[in-house]
């Protein structure tokens, strides 16, 4: 079975650019994660969507984010304008459902530098 | 105060031998589940092994294991016959219910370095 897929793999831009990062979840799972990583901050969790709805957005760290979910299979997390400090690897992850025994699988993410 | 505490950030191990990276977590809740990742230098993150809080006995998975002494609260990964290729990150989570106002979200650690020596 295919694992979370994401694209592009490597993203530079310049600031200001608009940017949009996709994610296709494992097919038949009901969440879906979308998480960023830096150095500092480690692994944050901007938002996640149960059924295609988004839950819980409380992460997203200002109105220049957002993401979207228009059916099962795909996501799209979207930064506009971009700013350097957005730099850092975004992932995408799902499982099947929120319970604490359910598996988050995560792809293999996406590395965004903006200059 | 934090839920999942990895105390090594980095460790060394011979190649061949064992290794145990530590992980302690803080919960009130009877009911969670604990989780390993591994993250290699390539960047994509790896489930590993789970652990269900009410799990009688430890997780295994091939070389992975997991020493869970719940009364401690601690999920320590132990590594097996280590290789080259474990060298990477290792994120302990931990995931309670979705009850109570809590999201029932992966809470990460900050994550162990391992380098494996040949």
């Given at each position: 079975?295919?694992?979370?897929i994401?694209?592009?793999?490597?993203?530079?831009?310049?600031?200001?650019?608009?940017?949009?990062?996709?994610?296709?979840?494992?097919?038949?799972?009901?969440?879906?994660?979308?998480?960023r990583?830096?150095?500092?901050?480690?692994?944050?969790?901007?938002?996640?969507?149960?059924?295609?709805?988004?839950?819980?957005?409380?992460?997203?760290?200002?109105?220049?984010?957002?993401?979207?979910?228009?059916?099962?299979s795909?996501?799209?997390?979207?930064?506009?304008?971009?700013?350097?400090?957005?730099?850092?690897?975004?992932?995408?992850?799902?499982?099947?459902?929120?319970?604490?025994?359910?598996?988050?699988?995560?792809?293999?993410?996406?590395?965004?530098?903006?200059? | 105060?934090?839920?999942?505490?990895?105390?090594?950030?980095?460790?060394?191990?011979?190649?061949?031998?064992?290794?145990?990276?530590?992980?302690?977590?803080?919960?009130?809740?009877?009911?969670?589940?604990?989780?390993?990742?591994?993250?290699?230098?390539?960047?994509?993150?790896?489930?590993?092994?789970?652990?269900?809080?009410?799990?009688?006995?430890?997780?295994?998975?091939?070389?992975?294991?997991?020493?869970?002494?719940?009364?401690?609260?601690?999920?320590?990964?132990v590594?097996?016959?280590?290789?080259l290729?474990?060298?990477?990150?290792?994120?302990?989570?931990?995931?309670?219910?979705?009850?109570?106002g809590?999201?029932?979200?992966?809470?990460?650690?900050?994550?162990?370095?391992?380098?494996?020596?040949?």
């Amino acid at each position: 079975d295919a694992g979370v897929i994401q694209s592009p793999r490597h993203e530079v831009t310049e600031m200001g650019q608009e940017v949009t990062l996709r994610c296709k979840p494992i097919s038949g799972h009901d969440y879906l994660f979308w998480y960023r990583q830096t150095m500092m901050r480690g692994l944050e969790l901007l938002i996640y969507f149960n059924n295609n709805v988004p839950i819980d957005d409380s992460g997203m760290p200002e109105d220049r984010f957002s993401a979207k979910m228009p059916n099962a299979s795909f996501s799209t997390l979207k930064i506009q304008p971009s700013e350097p400090r957005d730099s850092a690897v975004y992932f995408c992850a799902s499982s099947l459902r929120q319970r604490s025994t359910d598996t988050q699988y995560f792809g293999p993410g996406t590395r965004l530098t903006v200059l | 105060a934090q839920k999942i505490t990895q105390t090594q950030p980095g460790m060394f191990v011979q190649e061949k031998e064992a290794v145990t990276l530590d992980c302690t977590y803080d919960t009130s809740d009877p009911s969670y589940g604990l989780f390993w990742y591994k993250q290699p230098s390539s960047g994509e993150m790896i489930f590993l092994i789970y652990q269900g809080s009410y799990d009688q006995q430890n997780a295994t998975e091939g070389r992975y294991s997991l020493n869970f002494q719940k009364a401690r609260k601690s999920a320590n990964l132990v590594i097996s016959a280590s290789q080259l290729g474990d060298s990477a990150m290792y994120f302990c989570a931990m995931r309670e219910p979705a009850v109570k106002g809590s999201q029932g979200n992966l809470i990460f650690g900050k994550g162990t370095k391992l380098s494996v020596k040949p």
